[in-house]
Nanobody, 122 residues
Framework: QVQLVESGGGLVQAGGSLRLSCAAS????????VGWFRQAPGKEREFVSA????????TYTNSVKGRFAISRDNAKNTVYLQMNSLKPEDTAVYYC???????????????WGQGTQVTVSS
């Protein structure tokens, strides 16, 4: 069973940048897709981005296209989410998750991290 741990969250001013990391332990996740999701207070968890096992295929929700970039280093068993030009509406708890499928829907992801808080001030 894999354990996922997110890190890199924090408080940043609008227009700033953060890089989130999702580190896997327990086994390699190089054969799995990894997704990032976020949940703002009072809102449902939503898809942000996903990456294929090799890293060759990525996808993003429209609101972050051109600002966020997902990548992975399978040798380090880690997936990253580079977030630039952050906006107050990006404020949320960010979660990484693992799936056997390249998917954007929450119920196709089997293992989840505990989340990391991202707060963007105006």
């Amino acid at each position: 069973q894999v354990q996922l741990v997110e890190s890199g969250g924090g408080l940043v001013q609008a227009g700033g940048s953060l890089r989130l990391s999702c580190a896997a332990s327990g086994r390699s996740f190089s054969s799995y897709c990894v997704g990032w999701f976020r949940q703002a207070p009072g809102k449902e968890r939503e898809f942000v981005s996903a990456i294929s096992p090799s890293g060759g295929i990525t996808t993003y929700t429209n609101s972050v296209k051109g600002r966020f970039a997902i990548s992975r280093d399978n040798a380090k068993n880690t997936v990253y989410l580079q977030m630039n030009s952050l906006k107050p509406e990006d404020t949320a708890v960010y979660y990484c998750a693992e799936s056997m499928r390249f998917a954007t829907t929450i119920n196709l992801y089997d293992y989840w991290g505990q989340g990391t808080q991202v707060t963007v001030s105006s």
